[in-house]
């Protein structure tokens, strides 16, 4: 049994329990009861709570344990002895009820979809589909009671074994994506365990080489693999998507030894993990550079593109010198400075020079990869090629017309026009092709290029050629570029105008705010979002959702902190020395009037996420429900190399919460990230199912759209109703709570009894 109160209702009986549990609430909540039944329920909580080990039961882990039977009971008691808002608590037991409803809805749908999937992974293996059984194995294991129990069903551990041989023959014939996707897959299917972490690094480093050097060999793979797999599943092969190829030469353009050495200098002395065993400074960075040529020369597809990886022998010359090299640079107590370390980069060169000849940005790329990502996943150097976009990703504007697009049966297709922005005024729809940007036709185009197209400097014009569907002709559209800001904030839903309403109850006043990253408009934006719903009625209660919220601008997290604490420390860090930086402090003058907070969390919300969820849950500003975050509580420093022609993004310091907490997670970890006070737990196909509803729902449509025939016009609320997003209606329940209870926390309700179950979960 999953909560514990059910466990300690077995030991009880029939009528004489349930009078129990209710008088035992009662007096927990101050509710008269006659002295003799009080005595007679307080004794028989007694006996359970003396055999057993007890904590004290609160609303809290009532709904934390899905016993709703209780907290019905105890709001029934309130509201018969008038202690509370009538129709607030009549509300609260019709969404309560609403609730179980909806979760026994999941239950029996979860089961028959275990079910399912087991059945889908048994039949793919018994028609030699790998891949498809691997699928259905993983979907059954996130809808499984017992995740321990069902990795050890031998009909799994079976296809496991195949699955890690099918990767090694994939590995020795050098079938590079296959390996990288088999790996990937069984990672997934042993999530946090870092079982297979290695195993797909290594996979992914040979793809990243593929995808690099000879991406229209790796194009014709894909195409290979999803016949492939069409074949396997009696399907259609699906039309092939030719998307524009460009070569290594515009991405490794202006990459010179500067940013090889000034990274090395950078990295050993400033890094977080330096003074950590296994980070040897420049030992493990010149070691990880070439561990990485040695891939590139182990990657037989490469010579493809450079001829002169076809003579073997010169090859074997140049990988005997990196083997002899790598063991002279590992030798047990070998040090290495910076003047040593571009010695040795120097010899690489020099040697690669004498071999293989490779050219020498391609050398370099490689072995400052490889350094980097000895350190962590997160340092990386941010390429010449790459800035624009790095900037863009933190500036929180760019200048362009305002659109989401996205590649859509092979085609450049519009997701939604941002909502008072240059393409929303000119009347591009959602679901408008774009088949032309200034006369060049688009079917190849890769994403980066239409973005890099249609963006572009403020005040001058783009062309688009647009194909709408019921339309004949192409429409054309001349537009003005202009600065955008990118939307952080989202609420629950638009408006007529296209602006956000941010009620997702407005008759329990409990206003909703996605935050989608953490820009430097954020906290301004969530200001104006509080204040919209101040203005509109009375705020009794605020949803701060951060699900696959990545991070972004950590000042902005102090912001957004800052808003809710009155006083005290926010966040602080800690460097490679153990020494704490003067932590960000909250300012009075700063937070918003109290109103209860549940901050939604979930295994997307990193790095800034985890700061606000975490400073918020330490001062106990806010309850934190979901599931446990991702665990990114490192700090990643700027730092110009090659007199500023490139950046280094740098893991420099740990973020350190109010209570001490450092919530990163190192390899190995067995705690990080924040864990929800209330978890409420969904597998990954309600996952996908609410995150497709939501974006629906998020597009701005035409005045005159219409839904196809057969579907319904998808709607906000339709989410609740639908019992679709359990995490959010258990925040609207715990809120709804704090209104009817006044936000006290009760005196404990009983006593729960840590009973072992009485048969083993089923998974």
């Known amino acids: 049994m999953k909560n514990e109160q059910a466990r300690c209702a077995a030991l009880l009986s029939g009528q004489k329990m349930i009078t129990s549990l209710i008088s035992v609430l009662a007096l927990a909540l101050g509710v008269g009861v006659s002295t003799l039944q009080a005595d007679e329920n307080a004794a028989e909580t007694a006996k359970v709570s003396n055999q057993y080990a007890a904590e004290p039961v609160t609303y809290q882990s009532l709904i934390q344990n899905d016993d709703y039977a209780s907290l019905t009971e105890a709001i029934k008691q309130l509201d018969q002895t008038g202690q509370v808002d009538h129709q607030q608590a009549e509300n609260l037991l019709n969404d309560i009820a609403t609730y179980q409803e909806h979760q026994a809805a999941r239950d029996k749908k979860g089961q028959a979809s275990y079910e399912e999937a087991f059945g889908k992974m048994l039949s793919a293996l018994d028609e030699d589909r790998l891949e498809d059984a691997m699928v259905a194995a993983i979907e059954a294991h996130s809808l499984s009671k017992d995740s321990t129990n069902y990795l050890q069903q031998q009909e799994v551990l079976d296809l496991v074994a195949q699955a890690e041989a ?38 992914a480093k040979h793809v990243r080489l593929l995808q690099i050097y000879v991406p229209e060999h790796l194009q014709n793979i894909y195409k290979e693999r999803a016949i492939k797999r069409a074949e396997e599943k009696g399907e259609d092969a699906p039309p092939p998507m030719d998307i524009e190829i460009e070569s290594w030469t515009k991405k490794l353009k202006n990459v010179n030894l500067s940013m090889l050495r000034d990274s090395l200098r950078k990295a050993a002395r400033f890094h ?74 120097d010899k690489i060169i020099n040697q690669n020079d004498l071999t293989v000849d490779l050219p020498h940005e391609v050398v370099i790329y490689e072995m400052t990869e490889g350094a980097m990502s000895q350190l962590d996943d997160f340092t990386a150097v941010i390429w010449p090629e790459d800035i624009e976009h790095f900037s863009r990703s933190t500036e929180g504007k760019f200048v362009g017309i305002g659109i989401q ?31 032309k940007v200034d006369g060049a036709n688009t079917a190849t185009w890769s994403l980066n290029r239409a973005v890099s197209e249609i963006t572009g ?12 569907p019921g339309e004949t002709a192409l429409i054309e559209k001349q537009i003005t570029r202009k600065e955008i800001a990118i939307e952080s904030i989202r609420g629950w839903q638009h408006t007529d105008a296209g602006d ?25 934006d969530l200001d104006a979002a509080v204040a919209q719903l101040q203005a509109q009625g009375k705020l009794n209660g605020l949803i701060l959702d951060l699900r696959f919220n990545p991070g972004g601008l950590m000042h902005s997290a102090i912001q957004i902190s800052d808003r809710f604490i009155d006083e005290g420390p926010i966040v ?16 009075k003058a700063n937070s918003y009037k109290k109103f209860p907070v549940v901050v939604l969390v979930n295994q997307g919300s990193a790095s800034a996420s985890e700061i606000v969820s975490g400073a918020l849950q330490d001062y106990g500003r806010a309850t934190i429900i979901g599931t446990r975050s991702f665990g990114k509580g490192s700090v990643q420093d700027v730092h110009p190399i090659a007199r500023r022609s ?95 209870t006044g936000g006290k926390t009760p005196a404990p309700l009983l006593q729960s009894a840590k009973i072992p179950s009485e048969e083993p979960a089923k998974p």
Request: proline content about 5%.
């Open 405 to 435: 697009i996205t590649r859509k049966d092979g085609q450049l297709t519009v997701v939604t026009p941002l909502p008072n922005t240059p393409a929303h005024r000119a009347g591009i729809k959602d679901g408008d092709v774009i088949v």
């Open 272 to 345: 977080v993990e330096r003074y950590q065993p296994g980070h040897n400074g420049y030992v493990s960075l010149v070691d990880g550079g070439v561990s990485n040529l040695l891939i590139l020369l182990d990657n037989k597809t490469l010579a493809e593109e450079f001829p002169s990886l076809k003579n073997e022998d010169n090859v074997s010359k140049f990988k005997d010198y990196l083997v002899s090299l790598k063991a002279e640079v590992n030798r047990p107590g070998n040090t290495m400075n910076f003047l040593d370390a571009f010695k040795a980069i």
């Open 457 to 468: 400097k403020e005040g001058t014009k783009v062309n688009l050629s647009i194909e709408r």
């Open 646 to 740: 490139a950046y280094l993004k740098l893991t420099t310091q740990y973020y350190q919460l109010p209570n001490g907490r450092i919530v990163h997670r190192k390899p190995g970890a067995k705690d990080w990230g924040i864990n929800p006070d209330i978890e409420i737990p969904m597998s990954t196909q309600e996952i996908a199912d609410a995150i497709e509803y939501r974006q629906e729902v998020d597009i701005i449509h035409d005045e005159n759209w219409q839904p196809e025939e057969g579907e319904a016009v998808k709607e906000a609320d339709d989410i609740l109703a639908n019992g679709l997003d359990p995490q959010l209606e258990s925040a609207l329940i715990w809120l709804k709570l704090q209104q009817v």
């Open 166 to 203: 099918k990767a090694k023959a994939a590995e020795e014939s050098g079938n590079w994506v296959d390996v990288l996707s088999t790996y990937r897959l069984l990672d997934l299917l042993y999530e946090n365990q870092d079982r297979y972490r290695d195993r797909v690094k290594l996979a």
């Open 500 to 524: 956000w309403d941010y009620w997702v109850d407005p008759d329990a006043g409990i206003g909703y705010v996605r935050l989608s990253q953490f820009l430097p408009q954020s906290a301004d």
């Open 572 to 587: 602080s860090t800690v460097d490679a020395n153990g020494n704490q930086k003067a932590p960000d402090v909250a300012h």
